[in-house]
C-alpha cells in the first residue's frame, strides 16, 4: 500500500446517514409534513446559502462565530443558513408581504452551526419547523406549543415535557436589577448554558443587594406548573415580568383546549441561544437527552428590520435529536420490509426485467437480481435479506 494513500474525510461536524437512518429520517419527516399540512401550514425551501447581512438579522452577535462562511465570485460575505427563521421573515416581508395574514408556514431543511460536535449535535443537522407569522397574542402561541407536542407525538416519543418561559420575565429583572448591560450579558450567557456556579459568581461581585442576587440566583430554579407562575409573581416588583407571567396563564388555559397540557409545564430561566425572541419561549425535553429536542418562542420585531412590522412566532424540532431520543427509549420507526426478489437463471434475464416490472408498477418494492444464480442460492439470499417473496424466473 502506498505510503500518501489517500484517505477520505468528511468535515468536522458532518456526519453519513446511511440506509436505514436515513429510510428513518425520511419516514419522520414525512409524517412531519403530513401533519403540518393538516393543520393548515404551507412548505417553503429557501437557498442553503444567503449574504451575510441577511442571515445574522436578530441572531445576535455571537452568532457570527458559530455561522460557516465563505466568499461569492463579488467577494460578498455568504454564509450556510444556521436556521429558517431568519430567512422565512425575509421571504415574509418581501415576496410574501402583500398576501393574507396569518401566514403559516412549515420547512424541512439541513441547517448549519460551528458547535462542539456530539451525538445529537453536529455543526450541520436536519429541523422540521413551523413559522406563524402575523398574529400577535396568546392565541399564535398556543397553536405552535400544541403543533410541537404534537410533532413530538407524530415522531413516536410519549415521554417528553415541553417547558415554557418568557424572555420579558428576565428582562423586567434585569432591568429591576439597575445592572450594567454588559453585566445583564453576562447573566444571561451563564443562564443560556445554566452555569448556576458562574451566575452566582458574576451576581457576587455585581454589586446588587444581597436579595436581588437571591432573586437573580432563583431565576433558574423556577419550573414547574402553574403554582410556580404564582409563586414568582409574588417575588418580582416589575410589570414587565407579571405582563410575562400573565402572557404564559393565558397560553396555558388555551392549551387545555388543545388537550397537550399534561405535557407541558413552565421554566422561567429559559433563555434560547437566539436574541431574536421577545415573548414566550419553549423548549422541549425528554429523558437521557442533555439537550432540546425542540426550541422555539416569538421573535415580533425580526419582520421589522426586513421592512415589514408583524409579529411572528414558531418552533423547530431537531430531527436527529428525535432518533436519537427514539433509538435510546427502545422506540422503534418501523422502516418497510423488502418485498419482492427476483432471481433467474442463465439466459433468462429479459423476462426477469419483465417481471420485476410488473411488481413495480404494482407498488411492491423489488430488487432485481443483476446476474444468474442457482435458485438454491437465490433463496438462501432472499431469506437472508428479509424478503417477502422471492420469484425465480427459470
Ligand atoms: N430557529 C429556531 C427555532 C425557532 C423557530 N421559530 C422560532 N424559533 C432554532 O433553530 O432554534
Known amino acids: 500500500m502506498s505510503k500518501n494513500q489517500f484517505v477520505p474525510q468528511i468535515p468536522y461536524g458532518t456526519r453519513d446517514l446511511l440506509l436505514r437512518e436515513a429510510k428513518q429520517k425520511r419516514i419522520v419527516e414525512g409524517s412531519l409534513a403530513e401533519l403540518f399540512s393538516r393543520w393548515g401550514y404551507d412548505e417553503v425551501v429557501t437557498p442553503t446559502f444567503e449574504y451575510i447581512e441577511t442571515l445574522t438579522v436578530g441572531t445576535g452577535s455571537d452568532m457570527h462565530q458559530h455561522v460557516f462562511k465563505f466568499f461569492d465570485n463579488n467577494n460578498r460575505i455568504l454564509v450556510l443558513k444556521p436556521d429558517m427563521t431568519t430567512p422565512i421573515a425575509r421571504v415574509a416581508a418581501t415576496r410574501l408581504k402583500d398576501g393574507p395574514l396569518p401566514l403559516r408556514l412549515f420547512y424541512l431543511t439541513n441547517v448549519f452551526r460551528h458547535e462542539q460536535a456530539q451525538a445529537g449535535r453536529q455543526c450541520e443537522f436536519y429541523q422540521a419547523g413551523v413559522e406563524l407569522l402575523g398574529a400577535p397574542g396568546p392565541a399564535a402561541d398556543a397553536e405552535v406549543v400544541a403543533l410541537a407536542v404534537e410533532t413530538m407525538l407524530e415522531s413516536g416519543l410519549a415521554n417528553f415535557q415541553v417547558s415554557l418561559g418568557q424572555v420579558d420575565f428576565i428582562n423586567g429583572l434585569m432591568a429591576e436589577s439597575g445592572l450594567t448591560p454588559q453585566c445583564q450579558q453576562q447573566i444571561k450567557c451563564a443562564m443560556v448554558s445554566r452555569d448556576l456556579v458562574g451566575l452566582g459568581e458574576i451576581l457576587a461581585t455585581s454589586g446588587l443587594t444581597r436579595g436581588a442576587q437571591a432573586l437573580l440566583q432563583q431565576i433558574p430554579l423556577l419550573h414547574g406548573q ?89 418552533f423547530a424540532l431537531g430531527i436527529e435529536r428525535v432518533l436519537l431520543a427514539m433509538e435510546r427509549q427502545g422506540i422503534s420507526v418501523s422502516v418497510p420490509a423488502p418485498e419482492v426478489y427476483i432471481a433467474w437463471a442463465e439466459g433468462r434475464l429479459s423476462p426477469a426485467i419483465e417481471a420485476a416490472q410488473q411488481c413495480r408498477k404494482d407498488g411492491r418494492r423489488t430488487k432485481l437480481a443483476l446476474a444468474p444464480a442457482a435458485r438454491d442460492k437465490a433463496e438462501l439470499l432472499a431469506s437472508a435479506s428479509g424478503y417477502e417473496e422471492l420469484i425465480y424466473i427459470e
Do not use: H, Q, W
Open 226 to 314: 402553574e403554582e410556580m407562575l404564582n409563586k414568582a409573581c409574588r417575588l418580582v416588583n416589575n410589570d414587565l415580568s407579571r405582563r410575562a407571567l400573565d402572557n404564559l396563564a393565558d397560553i396555558r388555559r388555551l392549551l387545555a383546549g388543545y388537550g397537550v397540557d399534561r405535557y407541558v409545564n413552565f421554566d422561567l430561566g429559559i433563555i434560547r441561544d437566539f436574541d431574536y425572541y421577545t415573548g414566550m419561549v419553549l423548549e422541549g425535553y425528554t429523558p437521557g437527552l442533555g439537550f432540546p429536542l425542540c426550541g422555539g418562542g416569538r421573535y415580533d420585531k425580526m419582520l421589522a428590520s426586513f421592512g415589514v412590522d408583524n409579529p411572528a412566532t414558531g
